[in-house]
């Protein structure tokens, strides 16, 4: 499979608990992004690296959450002290300059 | 602010005819527009980019318009099936300014045999 890979698909976590997701692009791609979506929206942007490079972050994105694409290839990202409201399907997309961008299959997390 | 509306209400046709989604948007000025199907508890699958300079994309039975003057896309699926059945997204996209693409919040489609 070439797809966007993500692990794990889903995950369900104690309230103040640190939970990290992966996300292994398209291996050509060197466009990556992190996106939120919660039930009856669309996605919503976290961020977004150029191989390495963190580029672009929302502003919504509290300190809580961090993001890293080491050497430019998969990425990680870590939510710290876990609040319900994180509940949500997190989901990585990848491209391969300004073109259309492939999404894996998502995270989904839940906060209890 | 930025805004993008796609029908909030589900939209239900009939087998064999062509359905027509709508995407209006507000205060941005895209260089290009996405469109995706998701399906329940799964990642947006891509279908068709169209840049602002192209008034028309077709792919098999889909089509994309752009209209950068009224500031909408519409996306028509023609000859409908069951199988299409799913909530399409319309996602905006800048060369300036921000790497980010800009979704709506969708609108369900259902194909009723």
């Not at chain 2, 895209?30 to 068709?48: H, S, T």
């Not at chain 2, 997204?89 to 800009?102: D, E, H, M, P, V």
């Not at chain 2, 709506?104 to 045999?113: C, H, I, M, P, S």
């Amino acid at each position: 499979d070439t797809g966007v890979s993500q692990d794990p698909r889903h995950k369900i976590t104690k309230r103040g608990q640190n939970v990290t997701f992966r996300c292994d692009p398209i291996s050509e791609h060197n466009r990556l992004y992190w996106y939120r979506q919660t039930l009856g929206q669309g996605p919503e942007f976290l961020t977004y690296f150029q191989n390495e490079a963190q580029l672009e972050k929302s502003r919504l994105l509290s300190d809580r959450f961090s993001a890293e694409r080491p050497k430019g290839s998969f990425s990680t990202l870590e939510i710290q002290r876990t609040e319900q409201g994180d509940s949500a399907m997190y989901l990585c997309a990848s491209s391969l300059g300004q073109a259309e961008a492939f999404f894996g299959q998502g995270t989904r997390l839940t906060v209890v | 602010s930025q805004k993008i509306e796609q029908n909030s209400e589900a939209l239900n046709i009939q087998e064999g005819k062509t359905a027509t989604l709508t995407c209006n948007y507000t205060n941005y000025s895209p260089a290009y527009l996405q469109w995706y199907r998701q399906d329940p508890g799964r990642g947006p699958v891509f279908l068709l980019l169209i840049r602002e300079n192209e008034k028309e994309k077709r792919k098999e039975r889909l089509k994309v318009t752009f209209d950068t003057t009224l500031k909408q896309s519409l996306f028509h699926i023609t000859a409908s099936q069951p199988a299409d059945s799913a909530t399409y997204l319309c996602a905006l996209g800048s060369t300036s300014g921000t790497y980010k693409y800009i979704f709506g919040t969708g609108t369900r489609l259902k194909v009723l045999a």
